[in-house]
């Protein structure tokens, strides 16, 4: 589970990673200058079996809903995301979470720093069941789609989609869901250094 940071009466979100093989915590740390909060949203894991490294991230936002206060979270988060990605492409690797970035909106900056990941060789596990959404506030039929996942050239994307259930359990968009989440499944291969489909 990432680090806790910030003043004990504030409750932030954190990330947590589980693993049926042996995970490894990894020493890539967000910085603690963007906003209160942030290194309990970035979380760095390796997988040493397959030399995989993976980052759960979620996208701190300010509690001043301000346009320009926003902005001054996101801009440097942002870099250092994007700078984060550049040192990591060319191994095994995967950036998964709560961007809170929709995808309907590429025009703002968070969509351009998605597709700048894209354009950088990140491959953008956009899921197929294009009918869903990953975040339903309030559990309202609309959604919106903020949870994404990028993988790493060496990695072959097989599947991506979005789960609102499964069996009795409801993790999303229902009046009994665990969460306004849902679960963001990606299946992928490591070719030729595992024969472990993820």
Same mark, same amino acid.
């Given at each position: 589970?990432?680090?806790?940071?910030?003043?004990?009466?504030?409750?932030?979100?954190?990330?947590?990673?589980?693993?049926?093989?042996?995970?490894?915590?990894?020493?890539?740390?967000?910085?603690?200058?963007?906003?209160?909060?942030?290194?309990?949203?970035?979380?760095?894991?390796?997988?040493?079996?397959?030399?995989?490294?993976?980052?759960?991230?979620?996208?701190?936002?300010?509690?001043?809903?301000?346009?320009?206060?926003?902005?001054?979270?996101?801009?440097?988060?942002?870099?250092?995301?994007?700078?984060?990605?550049? %040192? $990591?492409?060319?191994?095994? +690797?995967?950036?998964?979470?709560?961007?809170?970035? *929709?995808? @309907?909106?590429?025009?703002? =900056?968070?969509?351009?720093?998605?597709?700048?990941?894209?354009?950088?060789?990140?491959?953008?596990?956009?899921?197929?069941?294009?009918?869903?959404?990953?975040?339903?506030?309030?559990?309202?039929?609309?959604?919106?789609?903020?949870?994404?996942?990028?993988?790493?050239?060496?990695?072959?994307?097989?599947?991506?989609?979005?789960?609102? %259930? $499964?069996?009795?359990?409801? +993790?999303?968009?229902?009046?009994?869901?665990?969460? *306004?989440? @849902?679960?963001?499944?990606? =299946?992928?291969?490591?070719?030729?250094?595992?024969?472990?489909?993820?």
């Amino acid at each position: 589970m990432s680090d806790h940071y910030g003043p004990e009466k504030d409750v932030h979100n954190r990330i947590l990673i589980a693993s049926r093989i042996l995970l490894k915590k990894g020493d890539i740390k967000a910085p603690t200058n963007i906003v209160d909060g942030v290194p309990n949203n970035v979380f760095h894991v390796i997988v040493p079996k397959m030399g995989l490294g993976i980052i759960g991230l979620r996208m701190p936002l300010s509690n001043d809903p301000k346009p320009v206060q926003i902005r001054k979270i996101k801009h440097p988060w942002w870099e250092w995301v994007v700078k984060t990605a550049r %040192e $990591n492409i060319n191994h095994p +690797f995967i950036l998964i979470g709560d961007f809170n970035c *929709d995808l @309907a909106r590429m025009e703002d =900056e968070d969509g351009k720093r998605l597709k700048d990941l894209s354009d950088e060789g990140w491959i953008h596990a956009i899921p197929m069941n294009s009918q869903f959404r990953s975040f339903y506030k309030n559990n309202e039929s609309t959604g919106s789609t903020i949870d994404h996942a990028f993988m790493s050239p060496d990695l072959v994307l097989k599947k991506a989609e979005y789960i609102l %259930e $499964n069996g009795s359990y409801y +993790f999303a968009k229902h009046e009994k869901a665990m969460s *306004d989440h @849902a679960v963001l499944l990606v =299946e992928f291969d490591l070719p030729d250094k595992s024969k472990d489909s993820i």
